[in-house]
């Protein structure tokens, strides 16, 4: 492979990155990052969203 398909091929995944949101559960105070709106710590659905998250 060239150098210049590894320069394309690392662009590619630098724009396929994905960003999960971070939440803040109401009930529990506890943060974390992902898709589902359920808390991992205590599993209710009462979260909110305080920034926008990591890439992945």
């Known amino acids: 492979?060239?150098?210049?398909?590894?320069?394309?091929?690392?662009?590619v995944q630098k724009e396929n990155k994905v960003t999960l949101p971070k939440w803040r559960c109401k009930e529990c105070d506890?943060?974390?990052?992902?898709?589902s709106?359920?808390?991992?710590?205590?599993?209710m659905?009462?979260?909110?969203?305080?920034k926008v998250g990591r890439e992945i």
């Open 1 to 11: 492979m060239s150098t210049v398909e590894n320069e394309q091929n690392a662009k």
């Open 30 to 35: 506890f943060e974390f990052y992902g898709l």
């Open 37 to 43: 709106i359920v808390c991992p710590s205590c599993e």
């Open 45 to 50: 659905t009462d979260v909110e969203e305080i």
